[in-house]
């Protein structure tokens, strides 16, 4: 009875910390607003997405600000209709100018803001994309997009810290979007690769799902098999 005890206390101890184990690593990461896909090429067009995940277990997102990094102006910036939601274009000028397909352009995008009309709130549990069409990419490395999100019980999370590669990510992060020169890229993201890129984060999940369901019943199949071969051994035991 004692030796039976034992192992099944040691593989108990091992299915709970393995799992735990797994687990913890497979688990997500705290969600925040996002651009999608986070990599284009600098010089071109891309179509792109502001992922906003709602955070709140008792209030709606209804407004949603996205500030375009002054250091990287844009010449040309287009929405796409986001039903139940309008959207805002605010512009300002620059100098020297961008220039667009042979034009001088003085006035650049520097904020956008959606707003939700009647039921359209992002609501708990749920997310939403705002998509936008943007070109050509400025030669920077990279473009900060600090933006707010308003619920609707007042709650304004801002998220418009920095993040420094190499570094751990900051508690309200801003959405960057890393610009490649146009001699490095392998190859220009076509439009609509957004979608594309949510097929395989979708696929990775599933993988990463069924692989911690065939360790959790591997680790039950062997604290039960320990259980077994624990009690035959007891059974077979001579009798004192």
């Known amino acids: 009875m004692l030796r039976l005890r034992r192992t099944a206390t040691a593989a108990a101890v091992v299915f709970t910390v393995a799992t735990t184990a797994v687990l913890g690593v497979a688990g997500p990461a705290s969600a925040h607003v996002s651009v999608n896909p986070k990599e284009a090429t600098q010089g071109g067009y891309g179509r792109f997405a502001f992922r906003v995940p709602n955070e709140s277990d008792t209030a709606s997102t209804t407004k949603v600000e996205v500030v375009l990094p002054e250091n990287a102006p844009v010449g040309s910036v287009s929405t796409m209709p986001v039903p139940g939601w309008t959207v805002a274009v605010e512009k300002r000028k620059v100098d020297p100018p961008v220039e667009v397909h042979g034009s001088q352009l ?77 001699s490095a890229a392998p190859s220009a993201a076509p439009a609509g690769q957004v979608e594309a890129d949510d097929d395989d984060d979708d696929s990775d999940g599933a993988a990463t799902g069924l692989g911690v369901a065939g360790l959790v019943a591997g680790l039950a199949g062997l604290l039960l098999g320990g259980l077994a071969l624990a009690r035959t051994r007891r059974e077979a035991a001579p009798k004192a």
């Not at 990510?169 to 490649?180: F, I, S």
């Open 106 to 182: 003085t006035e650049v995008v520097s904020k956008l803001t959606w707003t939700a009309s009647g039921d359209a709130a992002v609501k708990p549990g749920q997310f939403q994309e705002f998509p936008v069409s943007m070109g050509p990419l400025p030669q920077v490395d990279r473009m900060v997009f600090k933006s707010l999100q308003t619920y609707s019980d007042g709650n304004v999370v801002r998220w418009i810290e920095e993040p420094t590669p190499g570094a751990e990510e900051p508690e309200k992060p801003a959405p960057v979007l890393t610009l490649t020169p146009a």
